[in-house]
């Protein structure tokens, strides 16, 4: 079974600043994909970024990006010039690619990111 | 685009209760899902359905049941109603392939 390790329950970033939040997980499977979901508190889930794992290139998002080490199964979002509206829960998410897998995703237990004013 | 509608938002239960949540999607996705998450933690999968009629088990199903008479809805039945199922259920679906699963905005339920 899958797996996705977020190994940083906190993190805390001061406003314009770069944080980088981490994530690992274990698969067996070449293709698949990553997500990066983030979890405000008003609870809603919103994409933030995602990554097709047989795509060498990473994945950009405005001031999100990722670090995709295929090898080393390892999906780290960096959050550049850091916004208040930042603060929240991130999720670091799963994805197999076959379709009998049902799309189903797995969860990290989550990074909450406070910013500092 | 109303996407994917959950309702109640909130409700509290006494041991033992019954309750249906209710989630549809205007979206034609064919992936619908639903997910727990207690507090502080990611979300887990309760159940799956990857077409009308067709439902399956996720990482956590004892205690719920749910069915999809139709593309648009996928309701979950918690029969029996445990203090342990005081959760955050979210609903979500999808189209599958590269695009991501769409959320609702969660139903907060509490068992006493």
């Known amino acids: 079974a899958q797996t996705v390790t977020q190994s940083q329950p906190e993190m805390s970033v001061q406003e314009a600043e770069t944080v980088t939040l981490s994530c690992t997980y274990d698969?067996?499977?070449?293709?698949?994909?990553l997500f990066w979901y983030k979890q405000p508190p008003s609870r809603q889930m919103i994409l933030v970024i995602r990554?097709?794992?047989?795509?060498?290139q990473n994945a950009t998002e405005n001031r999100f990006s990722v670090n995709f080490q295929k090898a080393a199964k390892s999906f780290s979002l960096k959050i550049s010039d850091s916004q208040l509206g930042d603060a929240a829960m991130y999720f670091c998410?799963?994805?197999?690619?076959?379709?009998?897998?049902?799309?189903?995703?797995?969860f990290g237990t989550g990074t909450r990111l406070a910013v500092r004013p | 685009n109303a996407g994917v509608t959950q309702t109640p938002k909130f409700r509290i239960l006494k041991i033992g209760q019954s309750m249906t949540l209710q989630c549809t999607q205007d979206?034609?996705?064919?992936?619908m899902y639903w997910y727990r998450q207690d507090p502080g933690m990611g979300l887990k999968l309760i159940y799956y359905?990857?077409?009308?009629?067709?439902?399956d088990k996720g990482e956590v199903p004892n205690g719920y049941n749910v069915s999809r008479s139709t593309t648009e809805d996928f309701p979950l039945r918690l029969e029996l109603a445990a203090p342990s199922q005081t959760s955050v259920y979210f609903c979500?679906?999808?189209?599958?392939?590269?695009?991501?699963?769409?959320f609702g905005d969660g139903t907060r339920l509490s068992i006493l």
């Open positions: 998410a799963y994805r197999q690619k076959k379709k009998s897998s049902g799309d189903k995703l797995t």
């Open positions: 359905s990857v077409g009308a009629g067709i439902t």
């Open positions: 698969t067996s499977e070449s293709d698949y994909y």
């Open positions: 979206m034609n996705h064919n992936y």
């Open positions: 979500a679906s999808s189209q599958g392939g590269v695009q991501p699963q769409h």
């Open positions: 990554q097709e794992a047989y795509k060498q």
